[in-house]
């Protein structure tokens, strides 16, 4: 895989990660009065996708069971239609979708130079 694309794939990582942390502790309702985590939400979501948008397509080939156009697709409505954000989707999308995502990334991206595997 190239090296850009490990870098990518950690981004994708990161970010899902972040956006996961965030809404922990928090309920669907917590949008509708917290305008601070709807941005953070969002925005983990749209890097996700952004970073997506950059991996090749050998690697996409290689990694077939990430789904980089929906990945992609997400990223480009909350970006071009960022006035008409379903919020019920962009929760979906954090307590379902990037868990799962999150397993799918963690065994694809090689161990960083001088970590400890299992360690953050």
């Known amino acids: 895989m190239r090296k850009d694309d490990d870098i990518r794939l950690r981004h994708m990582l990161d970010a899902a990660r972040e956006a996961v942390a965030f809404a922990r502790g928090r309920t669907r309702a917590d949008l509708d009065k917290d305008r601070q985590l709807v941005l953070a939400l969002v925005k983990g979501v749209e ?61 694809a991206i090689p161990p960083e130079r001088g970590s400890t595997p299992g360690v953050e």
């Open 47 to 107: 890097i996700v996708g952004e970073a997506a948008t950059q991996v090749t397509e050998p690697t996409r080939q290689r990694l077939p069971q990430i789904p980089w156009e929906r990945i992609v697709g997400m990223r480009n409505r909350l970006v071009h239609a960022y006035f008409d954000i379903n919020l019920d989707i962009v929760w979906k999308t954090v307590q379902g979708d990037l868990p799962e995502l999150i397993s799918l990334l963690e065994p």
